[in-house]
């Protein structure tokens, strides 16, 4: 049976698409770690930045303002990105509060190499202060507020993926 199929949210091709990302780095924890999501080159988004483990840091992340993006019915996130060879981690948030709850999933694409990532809505884990939060279940994709980006796990040092698109089927 064919895949759906994919329906974009974000293409970039719109520079102030990357502008709807906000940092929020271990700098809220006192580390020193640090990022942004811009646009790049031909209608590509970065998220950018340096990992550092000082001050008991070592993350950055970026997340959209809450918003309805309108995708009750899907089953998967597909996103199109070219990384550094370093693992990072697609998020949501499914409520406009601060709280550090979300559910990720793994974005791992070769160095150097434009990947299709697809992570099914089913796979995605609750976590929150880099902790998996037992008995969340799965996001109703209906609820989704927010999109983000994060790189941790001790990965030291500058860091780069390019975002071509991200969308859903």
Known sequence: MPSSPVT??????????????SAVDDAVM?????????????????FTGVVSLANS???A???????????G?????VLRVRGDGKRYRFNVRTSDSLEAFRYEGPVEPQAGA??????PVGSMTG???????????????????????MIS??????????VDWIGWR
């Open 30 to 46: 006192g580390g020193v770690s640090w990022s942004a999501f811009e646009p790049g080159e031909a209608g590509v988004a970065v």
């Open 127 to 149: 976590k929150a202060f880099g902790r998996r939060v037992p008995f969340t279940g799965t996001p109703d994709p209906a609820r989704v507020r927010t999109l983000g980006f």
């Open 61 to 71: 992340s970026v997340r959209t303002q809450p918003r309805d993006w309108g995708i």
């Open 114 to 119: 434009w990947t299709l990532v697809e992570i």
């Open 8 to 21: 974009r949210l974000l293409d970039f091709d719109a520079p102030e698409e990357a502008g709807l990302f």
């Open 73 to 77: 019915a899907a089953e998967a996130f």
């Open 153 to 162: 796990d001790r990965q030291a040092g500058p860091f780069r993926l390019e």
């Open 57 to 59: 840091g070592g993350f």
